[in-house]
């Protein structure tokens, strides 16, 4: 009887962990919810081979009153892509992509993601919604990360059978619920990218942080990603979040 009654008692306590685990992933997401955001950014792409990309671009976000988040970005860099904008319309979970041709300006819709296979995405940044449910999410400790003590997550995904097919580790900051480090292992449970936020900084009282580096090692290469400009009070014309030919 005893055994049994330990035996409920583990379940349960790693049950009420995954639950906890899984609502501090969810309050990383909705931390900027609804805040409009400008920023300029900088990636500076370095593989193993010594191949270098450099992208600039502006970033707007805007989040309209049925909860539509629009995103316009504005390429300086690299030079091909000069005066492209990308646009993305986010609902329940949906993504419209747009962006205009480069020199001819035509609107063309897109599917999938933006640029080439190989380059950076912010995408591969992102913890959304369903990178949290029918993952397994546990609280393993604890640990500082840049002078912050932050919760450690795993955020594991598992296949029909229940084998593990992929791990994510996850600093998570326990007074903000900023996101500090994320590190991936594969089904080997092999580390293959490991992402640090540096140079914590606050904006018109927005925690932020000015730099992320990651070293992908599955695609042997290493990424500095730098904000600039960044603001959460800049008035955002509405009517650049459309969709539109600038030809």
Do not use: Q
Not at 18 to 33: P, Q, V
Not at 101 to 130: A, C, M, Q, T
Not at 131 to 140: L, Q
Request: with cysteine.
């Amino acid at each position: 009887m005893k055994n049994i009654f330990f035996s409920l008692l583990i379940i349960n306590t790693s049950f009420v962990f995954s639950i906890e685990a899984s609502n501090i992933l969810y309050k990383t997401i909705e931390r900027f919810k609804g805040i409009d955001r400008y920023l300029l950014v900088e990636i500076n792409e370095k593989k193993n081979n010594g191949k270098h990309k450099n992208r600039i671009f502006e970033s707007w976000t805007h989040w309209d009153s049925l909860g539509t988040k629009k995103e316009r970005v504005l390429m300086f860099k690299p030079d091909n892509l000069k005066g492209v904008n990308f646009w993305s319309h986010t609902k329940n979970g949906v993504t419209d992509k747009w962006m205009t041709l480069p020199k001819i300006g035509k609107l063309k819709k897109v599917k999938g993601r933006f640029g080439k296979k190989d380059d950076f995405d912010f995408s591969e940044l992102e913890l959304k919604e369903d990178n949290i449910e029918g993952h397994v999410n546990s609280i393993i400790g604890e640990e500082m990360v840049n002078d912050r003590f932050c919760y450690v997550i795993t955020n594991v995904k598992k296949n029909k059978n229940g084998e593990i097919k992929s791990t994510r580790k996850i600093w998570v900051d326990k007074n903000d619920y900023i996101i500090h480090k994320v590190v991936y292992f594969n089904k080997k449970n092999k580390i293959t990218k490991e992402i640090f936020l540096t140079n914590l900084t606050s904006v018109n009282n927005n925690y932020v942080f000015k730099e992320i580096k990651i070293n992908d090692i599955k695609k042997k290469k290493n990424i500095l990603i730098k904000f600039s400009n960044i603001s959460f009070d800049k008035i955002i014309d509405l009517e650049m979040l459309e969709p539109k030919s600038l030809n």
